[in-house]
């Protein structure tokens, strides 16, 4: 099972409002990713999580924290967010290492956020 | 850093004609590169991949793409372009050591009937 599924697809808050993201994957996965996606760019990295460990920051606004409280799952937690905050959120995973690699990132379908 | 370039942001081709989106990357080592696509509001979908071995690389929906190290160049082809194939192509390399992936700008592709 190949699949990423992220919760949920749309997300519309208020700039005084808390909500999380949820991105879950059971293939043993060893590194987890957030990207953030305005309309018309590439994919933004925001965090990595290798081995449920954060290990790359891109110098995200503490709005947005981050956890991993297991191998399976990834959390995106929003707090006090801005409207440019406004985008598609993707989660992504990537197999663990093997002998005959496939280093390739599997994406799940996004959380569309407006924040108003 | 690893990092890839597109260098066009924008392509329009007529139906059945061929195609060929550019990417360069920069990458210490033998770099693991990836096609992928993306049609509007919706996620990306992986088109092919280069890890090692035959530089050619057969993808999906009729792709292809060769890696050329002495260009650092990973082009994607096809040789006859659907109208569903309009959409926002991203070339990507990585994992690097802290397992980041980077994304090119993209290409976004119109289809003229």
């Known amino acids: 099972d190949t699949e990423v599924t992220q919760t949920p697809k749309h997300l519309v808050m208020g700039m005084t409002n808390k909500k999380s993201l949820k991105c879950e994957q059971h293939?043993?996965?060893?590194?987890m990713y957030w990207y953030k996606q305005k309309a018309k760019k590439p994919p933004e990295l925001m965090f990595v999580y290798s081995y449920e460990k954060l290990s790359i920051n891109e110098s995200v606004p503490s709005r947005f924290s981050p956890e991993c409280p297991n191998s399976s799952l990834l959390n995106l937690h929003l707090h006090a967010l801005q409207p440019e905050d406004s985008a598609l959120y993707l989660c992504?995973?990537?197999?663990?290492?093997?002998?005959?690699?496939?280093?390739?990132?599997?994406f799940g379908p996004g959380t569309r956020l407006t924040v108003l | 850093a690893q990092s890839v370039t597109q260098p066009d942001i924008h392509i329009t081709v007529s139906e059945g004609a061929s195609l060929e989106l550019r990417c360069n990357y920069s990458?210490?080592?033998?770099?693991?590169l990836f096609w992928y696509v993306q049609s509007p509001g919706q996620g990306l979908q992986l088109l092919l991949k280069?890890?090692?071995?035959?530089?050619l690389v057969q993808g999906i929906k009729g792709f292809e793409a060769e890696f050329k190290r002495s260009q650092s160049s990973f082009n994607l082809r096809k040789p006859s372009v659907h109208w569903s194939d309009a959409a926002e192509y991203f070339c990507a390399v990585g994992p690097g050591n802290n397992n980041d992936m980077r994304f090119g700008a993209g290409t976004r592709l119109t289809v003229k009937p």
């Open positions: 990458y210490g080592a033998t770099p693991y």
């Open positions: 280069y890890f090692s071995g035959d530089t």
């Open positions: 293939m043993g996965h060893r590194a």
């Open positions: 992504a995973s990537l197999p663990p290492l093997r002998i005959t690699s496939t280093d390739t990132q599997y």
